[in-house]
C-alpha cells in the first residue's frame, strides 16, 4: 500500500510564503512523476505543478509561474512546493499525487496514489 502525505499547509496572510512537503510511506515504488494539485470550495481539482523525478524537470500552472517552486529529494522520496508571494486565491485543499508511467502532467489521470491534503489559507 502506497500512502502519501502531505504538510505544511495553514493560515498565511496574502504576500507570505509557505512550503508544503509530500512523503510517502508504505512499500516502495517506482514513480515517474509527481505533482501538486489545490481544490478551492466549489471548484474543481486543479493543476499546481509536476516534477519528473529522474530528471527534475518540472511543469507548472499559469497561474502559479514565477511564485511556485515544485521540487524532490530523490533520498527521502519526498516532494516539496515552495509557495512565494501568496494570494488570496491561492486558498484552497492542495494534494500531492504520484504518476507511475507516462503521463499528461496537468490530468488527475495521469496520477495512480494521492495524498489526504493539506489546508492552505491566504488572508487578505
Known amino acids: 500500500q502506497v500512502q502519501l502525505a502531505e504538510s505544511g499547509g495553514g493560515l498565511v496572510q496574502a504576500g507570505g510564503s509557505l512550503r508544503l512537503s509530500c512523503a510517502d510511506s508504505?512499500?516502495?515504488?517506482?514513480?515517474?512523476?509527481m505533482g501538486w494539485f489545490r481544490q478551492a470550495p466549489g471548484k474543481e481539482r486543479e493543476f499546481v505543478a509536476a516534477?519528473?523525478?529522474?530528471?527534475?524537470?518540472?511543469f507548472y500552472g499559469d497561474s502559479v509561474k514565477g511564485r511556485f517552486t515544485i521540487s524532490r529529494d530523490s533520498a527521502k522520496n519526498t516532494l516539496y512546493l515552495q509557495m512565494n508571494s501568496l494570494k488570496p486565491e491561492d486558498t484552497a485543499v492542495y494534494y500531492c499525487?504520484?504518476?507511475?508511467?507516462?503521463?499528461?502532467?496537468?490530468?488527475?489521470?495521469?496520477?495512480?496514489?494521492w495524498g489526504q491534503g493539506t489546508q492552505v489559507t491566504v488572508s487578505s
Open positions: 516534477i519528473t523525478w529522474s530528471s527534475g524537470r518540472t
Open positions: 499525487a504520484a504518476a507511475v508511467g507516462y503521463t499528461d502532467y496537468d490530468r488527475l489521470r495521469s496520477y495512480d496514489y
Open positions: 508504505g512499500r516502495t515504488f517506482r514513480r515517474y512523476a
